[in-house]
């Protein structure tokens, strides 16, 4: 997929018979801008694109956050808490975010290439 709109799809980590995540997709200005703010959860995973950084001002929750290529490859999986900025990542084209610790029970690490397939 090059270009995503804001909506529901599918994380599938592990190629086709690999575990499949509920996803939210933010693609607009004003979906990406907004992400998880003012949650107490998230169900599965958000992707946030285009994107190479995240903040987490105003959230409530601790997040995972996985750094994705333009081949939908893991750059880079960091935890952080409410109210810190991520540095941007030169290469990332997109980013994955989830509730803390979620990701390395998925398998999201580095080097793993994921995919995301639309619903609906």
């Known amino acids: ?19 499949r995540v509920p996803l ?12 998880l703010l003012g949650r107490d959860s ?5 992707l946030l694109t285009p994107a190479n950084s995240v903040h987490t001002f105003g959230m409530r929750m601790p997040i995972d956050v996985a750094y994705l290529d333009r081949r939908m490859r893991v ?5 952080m808490r409410p109210g810190r900025l991520g540095m941007p990542r030169p290469r990332a084209r997109h980013v994955l975010e989830a509730g803390a610790g ?19």
């Open 75 to 79: 750059l880079a999986v960091r935890t």
């Open 42 to 46: 998230v169900d599965g995973a958000m």
């Open 1 to 19: 997929m090059a270009r995503w709109r804001d909506g529901r799809g599918e994380l599938v980590v592990g190629g086709e018979t690999g575990l």
């Open 102 to 120: 979620v990701m390395a029970g998925w398998g999201v690490r580095v080097g793993v290439r994921v995919a995301i397939e639309k619903v609906g």
């Open 24 to 35: 939210e997709i933010a693609a607009s200005y004003r979906a990406r801008r907004k992400g």
